[in-house]
């Protein structure tokens, strides 16, 4: 058997020990003995996960590897916009440069796929697209990486922007991104119009950052579930952040919850310290996928962040109150089966048939995995090894 490798001492969702046969980049079977003349590796009892998903990054904005950037910006979402607008060309922000890097440490921490929003704006036009991609296609045999086109500084507020996007969906972006249709460009039917229509012409997803909170965010998500419904475009729409199902009218967030249930909308929440969120648990009972990234990271919109999904997923733990073992598998569920469905990744998982993509730690369970967040011993994507010791087997520039 050629391509294969068997590797043994491995323990799925923390059961007992047993082997996984990897053949021609996909997971073969399971609990088997080694055929005659396949590689054996030696997993020493590791808890063996799916391949790590980061569904919500920004690969083109990150300044790790630049010298540390002293933020001193406003505390409005326009101050950061503009700032960053700004900063990109004071500081030379290379999109390739910067995404590349950040894939690296990605890969090193065990993520097999990440969704990327890139900006597409009247300044740069597509470059940060064509920049991603570069690096997408460098290294597509360590991640698969997937763009996002995405208005950064508004859509309609800045004419020409809406010819951008159509131009990088031409290019070969895989999703429709929007922003905040009520608050940033003050015409959410014209917004929702526009992208949807892009949408349909392209037969592309929609990915919208919905930062707007309370009333207007509620207003705006209803409208966006009504244009679902009427379009039949369920299960291809995603609202990023919704700090909106954060508020305190529960009546309310219930009427938006069965909404978004109805017209297949997906939530992707970061779990944000610093404002009111959906609740992960709650929207999950009730059937709506929720979904989670780390977002911007080390940027000019704020100094945290790193690329690792299990300490994202500790974090959305954190700041849901989840502390049963049973909680933290229903956070590391939403970090791999939850971003799974809301990319459609086909044959995502650990079972016989899915494609070889996992990752190798030193834990007992998956909550021991979340709370002490080890190095990545063993990173393998389609089959291949990408990443030992918590270092991807690849270099950035
Ligand atoms: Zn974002």
């Known amino acids: 058997m050629e391509n294969a490798t068997l590797h043994t001492q491995v323990r799925l969702a923390g059961g007992e020990p047993t082997t996984v046969l990897v053949h021609d980049r996909r997971i073969q079977a399971l609990g088997g003995a080694a055929p005659a003349g396949v590689p054996v590796v030696d997993g020493g009892g590791a808890l063996m996960l799916p391949g790590l998903i980061d569904a919500h990054a920004h690969l083109d904005k990150t300044m790790y590897g630049m010298p540390w950037y002293r933020n001193e910006v406003g505390p409005r979402l326009i101050d950061k916009i503009e700032n960053e607008r700004v900063e990109k060309k004071r500081l030379g922000i290379d999109p390739y440069r910067q ?3 950040q894939i690296v440490m990605s890969i090193g921490d065990g993520t097999s796929h990440i969704r990327s929003h890139v900006d597409v704006d009247t300044d740069i036009g597509v470059a940060a697209i064509e920049g991603v991609m570069r690096a997408r296609d ?14 950064q500084s508004g859509l309609l507020i800045r004419p020409g922007t809406l010819e951008l996007m159509d131009q990088a969906l031409r290019m ?12 940033m460009d003050r015409d959410p039917k ?15 997803p929609i990915d919208i950052h919905l930062h707007e909170a309370g009333e207007l965010g509620a207003f705006s998500m209803q409208m966006t579930i009504d244009r ?67 977002d911007g990271m080390r940027d000019t919109w704020g100094p945290y962040g790193k690329p690792d999904m299990l300490e994202r997923t500790m ?26 469905r809301v ?32 190095v990545r011993k063993l990173v393998v994507k389609r089959g291949k090894v990408v990443a030992r010791d ?4 690849v270099s950035a520039p």
């Not at 918590?390 to 087997?393: K, S, V």
């Open 99 to 101: 995404s590349a890097r």
């Open 138 to 151: 460098q290294y597509r045999d360590e991640i698969d990486v997937e763009l996002v086109a995405f208005p």
């Open 172 to 183: 070969g972006a895989d999703v429709v991104g929007g922003l905040d249709p009520a608050g």
């Open 190 to 204: 014209g917004h929702l119009d526009a992208i949807f229509a892009l949408a349909d012409k392209h037969g592309k």
């Open 228 to 294: 679902v419904l009427a379009l039949g475009m369920q299960g291809k729409v995603t609202l990023s952040h919704a700090f909106c199902l954060g508020m305190p009218d529960t009546q309310a967030v219930q009427a938006l919850t069965d909404g978004l249930l109805q017209a297949g909308v997906h939530i992707m929440t970061t779990g944000s310290a610093s404002r009111p969120v959906p609740n992960v648990a709650r929207l999950r009972q009730a059937g709506v996928t929720v979904c989670t990234g780390n």
């Open 315 to 340: 974090l959305v733990g954190l700041r849901n109150n989840l502390r049963r073992d049973d909680e933290l598998e229903l956070a590391l569920d939403v970090a791999t089966y939850g971003n799974a």
């Open 343 to 374: 990319m459609q990744l086909a044959d995502y998982g650990l079972t016989p048939g899915c494609h070889a993509d996992f990752v190798l730690v030193d834990a007992e369970t998956v909550a021991e995995a979340i709370a002490a967040r080890p």
């Open 390 to 393: 918590g270092r991807a087997l």
